[in-house]
DNA sequence: ACCTTATAGTTGCATATGAAACCATCTAGA
DNA sequence: TCTAGATGGTTTCATATGCAACTATAAGGT
């Protein structure tokens, strides 16, 4: 009997449409009003929800490649809203951090994206949600285990 | 007070790692197997899944470029794994279908991929798997409503 | 029938992206 | 402390990707 497959049922595929989906609507916040990309985005919002990081920190939790994040990096420096400074203790990695408008622009940015989040839920209910979050925190265990530079 | 942003609660945020993550894995069966990209992948499965179709049909339903398609359509074609059809109803369009390799590729494909499917879930119990599908099919249809050809 | 506008699909071009080479610095071992 | 290999970060290069222009056909209005 033929093997039936279902790309709709199919989980990784689903996955994907609702991430592209999601990212492509996000973006339009912060790629039109901010002009940022999404690797740019990623490191405002790792700094500040970090304070100082270094750029392969941020390489290994966004899991993007290092050019990406050294290209937005140099952007986002060049455009005053990160600073890199160099550090004793190993003076071939940076430590990034916001600077002030860095921070304002971020803290313009939060309430827009959190509004994007409760807009995407708020068709769930209690149930779906507590459901939904706690069935991408197995899938994300379930990934944990291989931890790479990726790409 | 400071708004408080945690990126690793950021439901887009988490979709996409989720996604990227289970993609880069999945990829390497087709990839390096069958020597498919992404977007191969997803036509032959459509193709599969639903017979014969039109590369624009496909186009609205994965969400990707129509030069993408176009593209992997070709190559496709090229190895085989595909013919296209003229229609009476619509000289334009050209009806997308397996050949018998092409059928006979994705059926060796498919245990592999339902395999990597069923290695991604088993950690999660009945309940939460429940939830998260739940929750999955809540999200899409929240983002149900505007639909386009994308990017 | 004719003209305008829309649509399916392909292709040329500019740009974005990843792989790999590269430089500087760090670490471990002889 | 010298050397070999690893690591942080940047940059070069090849390739992939999206956009826009284009061809062919279709559909609707007059």
């Known amino acids: 009997m033929k093997q039936q497959f279902e790309l709709n049922n199919f989980l ?14 996000l973006s339009v916040i912060y790629a039109e009003r901010f002009g940022l990309d999404i690797p740019q985005w990623r490191i405002l919002a790792n700094l500040a929800s970090r304070g100082s990081m270094t750029a392969q920190e941020i390489v290994v939790l966004t899991l993007s490649h ?13 455009r005053k809203l990160v600073e890199r400074t160099t550090t004793d203790s190993d003076k071939r990695a940076l430590a990034l951090r916001l600077t002030a408008p860095g921070k304002k622009l971020f803290q313009e940015l939060v309430p827009l994206v959190l509004a994007f989040e409760k807009n995407l839920i708020k068709q769930l ?14 899938l994300e265990q379930s990934l944990r285990p291989v931890k790479r530079e990726v790409k």
């Open 12 to 25: 990784p595929f689903r996955l994907n449409m609702l991430a592209q989906e999601t990212s492509q609507r």
């Open 125 to 138: 209910n209690k149930t779906e949600l507590q459901g939904l979050l706690t069935g991408l925190a197995a």
């Open 66 to 78: 290092k050019s990406t994040i050294s290209r937005a990096v140099a952007e986002l420096a060049a």
